[in-house]
């Protein structure tokens, strides 16, 4: 049983200090984390459009759209690769984009509200243009908002890993006392056998 908490002492430690090493790397210099995964995902896409593209020219029967195609792909990870911070803005922009159109819709339905005499219709315009305010931001500082999600990420990642290693030690610890009572009544019966 030792041993294989021992096993399972050193994974989960290794681990830890992994899951933290990278959490102080994100809270640290979280642009450079999202320009190195972009990237990395740039040159994923590149890989796959080379992968579709090299068949087709070496084809008899090759398909142009198909070429036409595996060379796109392969430009867009090229694009993404030397525009990783644009690459990573897009999703908080589309989000920025959706917010600030629902906070439209919801500022036309809240001069409908007024209009029928809707009971606290003028909290439904505060959330409107909440709403509003918030795509804007999204819009506006959209790689700030992924650098942020990163840091948020890496202080996720440091608690896992401290926490990993906390419980780590105290089941280890729990199991030493387990084994030092165990041999200690063990040591108590032999005594009080050689009395006997």
């Avoid at 830890?16 to 896409?45: H, Q």
């Avoid at 918030?134 to 202080?155: D, H, K, Q, S, T």
Wanted: contains cysteine; charged residues 15%.
């Amino acid at each position: 049983m030792m041993e294989k908490l021992k096993s399972i002492k050193l994974n989960v430690t290794l681990s830890a200090i992994l899951s933290v090493a990278i959490g102080v790397l994100l809270v640290a210099c979280p642009g450079t984390i999202v320009t190195i995964l972009a990237r990395l995902i740039a040159v994923i896409i590149i890989a796959s459009g080379v992968v579709l593209l090299l068949p087709q020219i070496f084809d008899a029967d090759r398909s142009y759209l198909s070429i036409i195609v595996a060379i796109l792909i392969a430009m867009i990870g090229l694009w993404m690769f030397f525009s990783p911070k644009l690459v990573a803005s897009i999703i908080p922009i589309a989000i920025g984009v959706l917010l600030v159109v629902h906070g439209v819709q919801d500022l036309s339905m809240a001069i409908e509200g007024k209009k029928n005499k809707a009971n606290n219709w003028w909290s439904i315009i505060l959330m409107a243009v909440l709403n509003i305010v918030l795509g804007v931001l999204c819009i506006g500082n959209a790689f700030g908002l992924v650098e942020i999600g990163m840091m948020l990420i890496g202080i996720m990642l440091i608690y896992d890993g401290i926490s990993d290693m906390f419980i780590v030690h105290k089941v280890n610890k729990a199991a030493k006392d387990v084994v030092d009572s165990t041999i200690t009544r063990e040591e108590n019966v032999d005594d009080y056998n050689e009395y006997m």
